[in-house]
């Protein structure tokens, strides 16, 4: 059974660093590329970073790149976001994914979202 549990959010002021942590279990994490959403209010959920599974390269929403970071560590099955310089416009719920091969084709799996919030 996949189960992806994000912790660490919160409120925080503008300038300010969060670090979200997304626990994976029930699947091969380790050859799994990871990735992190977020959806403000009325808003689209959003792709925020995507870390690969083996060479550990990653990509980044335009508007997050060179503040945020995204991390893994495979000895404990989690993906990291590191997100530092934080604005109002980063609040948003955050959730961790993985889309992972199925017998026919593949499927998206989330966690249950973390909420960050960037006020003064």
């Known amino acids: 059974q996949v189960r992806l549990v994000e912790s660490g959010g919160g409120l925080v002021q503008p300038g300010g660093s969060l670090r979200l942590s997304c626990a994976a279990s029930g699947f091969a994490f380790g050859v799994s590329a990871m990735s992190w959403y977020r959806q403000a209010p009325e808003k689209e959920r959003e792709l925020v970073a995507i870390?690969?599974?083996?060479?550990?390269?990653?990509n980044y929403l335009d508007s997050v790149k060179g503040r945020f970071t995204i991390s893994r560590d495979n000895t404990k099955n989690t993906v990291y976001l590191h997100m530092n310089s934080l604005k109002p416009e980063d609040t948003a719920v955050y959730y961790c994914s993985a889309d992972l091969p199925q017998t026919y084709g593949r499927k998206r799996y989330w966690g249950q979202g973390t909420q960050v919030t960037v006020s003064s």
């Open positions: 870390i690969s599974s083996t060479s550990g390269s990653t």
